[in-house]
């Protein structure tokens, strides 16, 4: 079998993770990384071993702080089998002609409309959908978190009507620029793009979603309300999702209260850079009375959807045909084990 060659455009939230889950796996590796600026993220790019390609322009930029280049964004086009691009949303259009150009696939991230790749990718809902494609785009960490436990739920038990609240972090924990910082603000064009982003994977299901900005980092959180088709109870809802793929049930009673606690226990199983890939449910937040279903779920945005764009690679490079047999092998390399 040979080794899928994968370069990584922008190297900022998403592209250092998606970088460092890639050198994890056995079937590809990481051919190198694009910065356009000589931060320090450029520089602890390098010092991870990672070749660092910038654009012409920049060349001499990079060669005055002392960062040691491979050569341009072009010479990792060619260079790449395919390419996953992690640069901030509706940048990434811009360079599909690139790579098209370069006879190479790519990866768009959730900051991308659905329009510009026809298809899009989650691993549990659609796998096989983006099997061999060009493009694909891997959807938004809030459309993940929404999907990971909709799907499930609608199989075993069909899905009448969603309701869903989206608490959204202002900002991530490296961004100073973004706020609000005291405040929380509603997202008044309703409903939200999270909505018809769900539909992109599940055109079928009735969903109606709302948004909230909130002066926080850590985490989104979801308030989910589900009309079911038929009467339930909470028992056979727990059983769903307990053995639904990247879902973690935790206990408020155990001390997580918050997402402030997900993020110290995240940190307590030594993960790297102390991501939750998982979707957080509270256990004893779930509830179903007759056929309504009352959870939250938490979202770790900076991590959710890492595992979902080598799942992606996989399919797209025709690496893996079972979807759960990739998932489990990406899984084991990142150290997911839903405890
Ligand atoms: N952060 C999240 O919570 C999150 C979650 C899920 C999905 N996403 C999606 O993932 C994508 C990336 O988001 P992000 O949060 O990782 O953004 P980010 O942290 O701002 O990183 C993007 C990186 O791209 C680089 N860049 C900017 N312009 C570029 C260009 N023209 N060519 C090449 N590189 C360029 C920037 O670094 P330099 O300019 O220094 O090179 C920057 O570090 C977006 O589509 C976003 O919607 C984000």
């Keep these: 079998m040979s080794i899928v060659k994968v370069g990584i455009n922008g190297y900022g939230t998403i592209g250092k993770r998606v970088a460092a889950a890639v050198s994890k796996q056995d079937d590809m590796q990481v051919v190198g990384v694009t910065k356009t600026r000589p931060t320090f993220e450029a520089k602890t790019a390098a010092e991870k071993g990672f070749d660092v390609y910038v654009p012409e322009e920049s060349l001499q930029a990079f060669r005055d702080a002392g960062i040691r280049t491979a050569g341009t964004i072009q010479d990792?086009?060619?260079?790449?089998?395919?390419?996953?691009?992690?640069?901030?949303?509706?940048?990434?259009?811009?360079?599909?002609?690139?790579?098209?150009?370069?006879?190479?696939?790519?990866?768009f991230q959730g900051g991308e409309d659905h329009s510009l790749t026809g298809v899009s990718f989650n691993s549990t809902a659609n796998y096989r959908d983006s099997w061999g494609a060009q493009f694909s785009r891997v959807v938004s960490c809030n459309t993940t978190g929404l999907i990971r436990t909709l799907f499930p739920i609608d199989r075993k038990i069909k899905i009448k009507n969603?309701?869903?609240?989206?608490?959204?972090?202002?900002?991530?924990?490296g961004d100073s620029k973004s706020g609000p910082i005291n405040a929380l603000e509603p997202s008044v064009k309703l409903p939200t793009h999270h909505g018809?982003?769900?539909?992109?994977?599940?055109?079928?299901?009735?969903?109606?979603?709302?948004?909230?900005?909130?002066?926080?980092?850590?985490?989104?959180?979801?308030?989910?309300?589900?009309?079911?088709?038929?009467?339930?109870?909470?028992?056979?809802?727990?059983?769903?999702?307990?053995?639904?793929?990247?879902?973690?049930?935790?206990?408020?009673?155990?001390?997580?209260?918050?997402?402030?606690?997900?993020?110290?226990?995240?940190?307590?199983?030594?993960?790297?850079?102390?991501?939750?890939?998982?979707?957080?449910?509270?256990?004893?937040?779930?509830?179903?009375?007759?056929?309504?279903?009352?959870?939250?779920?938490?979202?770790?945005?900076?991590?959710?959807?890492?595992?979902?764009?080598?799942?992606?690679?996989?399919?797209?490079?025709?690496?893996?045909?079972?979807?759960?047999?990739?998932?489990e092998k990406t899984d084991r390399a990142l150290g997911i084990d839903k405890g």
């Design 162 to 173: 969603a309701y869903v609240t989206v608490v959204r972090r202002a900002a991530d924990p």
């Design 196 to 327: 018809p982003d769900v539909q992109s994977i599940m055109p079928w299901l009735n969903i109606n979603t709302m948004a909230i900005k909130a002066s926080t980092t850590l985490m989104h959180l979801h308030t989910v309300v589900v009309e079911l088709e038929r009467d339930a109870d909470t028992a056979e809802v727990l059983d769903i999702l307990r053995s639904a793929p990247r879902v973690r049930l935790i206990k408020s009673k155990s001390g997580i209260k918050s997402t402030a606690e997900i993020m110290e226990y995240a940190r307590d199983l030594g993960r790297d850079r102390s991501d939750m890939y998982e979707i957080v449910v509270w256990e004893d937040g779930v509830k179903v009375v007759g056929n309504k279903l009352y959870y939250y779920q938490a979202v770790h945005q900076e991590a959710d959807v890492i595992p979902e764009n080598v799942d992606c690679i996989r399919s797209m490079c025709k690496l893996e045909k079972d979807a759960a047999a990739s998932a």
């Design 76 to 107: 990792l086009f060619r260079a790449s089998d395919i390419v996953v691009d992690c640069t901030p949303g509706n940048v990434g259009e811009g360079y599909k002609a690139e790579y098209a150009a370069a006879g190479i696939k790519a990866i």
